[in-house]
């Protein structure tokens, strides 16, 4: 069923299609009934959620930049910001988002939560996290007794700290879950001793509060390689609507290639959106370090999600990790990726 936005039906054709779709099952009280969805053509509306953080920089430039817009053509696209991972898993659950842009950790308890009504779509950013602290820390022994912020609690971050905090058995590391904008003026207060962040405010810690990275993410993972941003989607809405899921798919492939084309001019865009979704502004050299730790594509990571289902387990955040079979759904991203003639994703632990 197309519904365009400016169409204006009569009172009793209305009352016959809502009639009708409620048993085409295209009403809205069906949902979340696990029954498999027949596709209905493109969404009217669909709603993105993201992070004003440079590590979801794919999401900021296609939407200030009409990426998305662009390839939905008369879907409605509506945006919606979160500070962290689980608010935006509870908006999804809550059937208040279709696609969000996800760091990995959350994305993986959204699938155990729901026990499967969220799907794995794409990639979109690796790397860009650090531990950084005060100058005077040099060493991960000398983490005992401090004060460690992450954004928030069980968020991909957070995994990671307390995953490395029990694996090097360091007694008495106290983590403080706060909002990345209130870790920054809490660090330059002195109330805290450091944070493990994504970008841009590891960058900022450093460059504009005096802090020391004690260690980068990516020394702990393969090639340097771990996906700190994902495309997650409410498996219900792919069903119904795999047109607009491959809209926003492509426009997100494009506002990568164009980032990539356009460094500077992205950081630019990047910068813009952080100033009118979190009010900061960042200066050169922190959107300079802050882009040379991240890379933009699409690829997921795969191989790393065992992995990441483990650390949760490891940190304390679950009690035991997921079977991710499922997990993904690559259909649109490779039907995409093979009309340009790029290589396609595979992911045989995470696929149906």
């Known amino acids: 069923m197309h519904t365009h936005h400016r169409t204006r039906w009569p009172a009793a054709v209305l009352a016959a299609l809502t009639l009708a779709s409620g048993i085409a099952g295209c009403s809205r009280a069906d949902r979340g009934t696990g029954v498999e969805q027949k596709s209905q053509g493109a969404a009217a509306e669909v709603r993105l959620g993201y992070f004003p953080n440079v590590t979801h920089a794919p999401a900021l430039i296609g939407t200030k930049n009409g990426f998305f817009a662009k390839e939905l053509g008369s879907t409605k696209l509506t945006t919606q910001t979160f500070n962290a991972g689980p608010e935006e898993v509870n908006a999804l659950l809550g059937d208040s988002l279709d696609i969000a842009f996800i760091g990995s950790g959350p994305a993986i308890n959204a699938f155990t ?98 802090a020391k990275v004690l260690l980068d993410e990516k020394t702990l993972w393969p090639e340097g390689k771990f996906p700190t941003t994902v495309v997650i989607v409410r498996s219900e809405f792919l069903q119904r609507h795999p047109e607009t899921v491959t809209a926003i798919l492509k426009g997100e492939l494009a506002a990568i290639e164009w980032a990539k084309t356009n460094p500077a001019e992205a950081k630019k865009v990047v910068d813009g959106e952080l100033k009118a979704l979190a009010g900061s502004t960042l200066n050169e050299a922190v959107l300079d370090r802050a882009f040379s730790g991240i890379e933009l594509g699409i690829d997921p990571v795969a191989l790393t999600f065992s992995q990441l289902a483990q650390d949760s387990v490891t940190a304390g955040v679950v009690k035991s990790a997921v079977d991710l079979k499922g997990f993904a759904d690559f259909g649109p991203l490779n039907a995409v990726l093979s009309e340009q003639g790029k290589p396609g994703v595979n992911a045989p632990g995470l696929t149906k």
């Open 113 to 210: 939560k729901s026990k499967g009504a969220i799907q794995l779509v794409s990639g979109a950013v690796t790397g860009g996290a650090q531990l950084v602290v005060k100058p005077e820390i040099t060493a991960p022994e000398q983490l005992t007794g401090k004060n460690i912020a992450t954004p928030s609690l069980a968020n991909t971050q957070d995994v990671a700290l307390k995953k490395f905090v029990a694996e090097k058995k360091l007694p008495d590391v106290k983590v403080t879950n706060l909002d990345n904008p209130k870790t920054f003026d809490a660090f330059k207060k002195g109330e805290l001793d450091g944070g493990w962040l994504p970008e841009p405010w590891s960058s900022r810690l450093v460059l504009d509060a005096g």
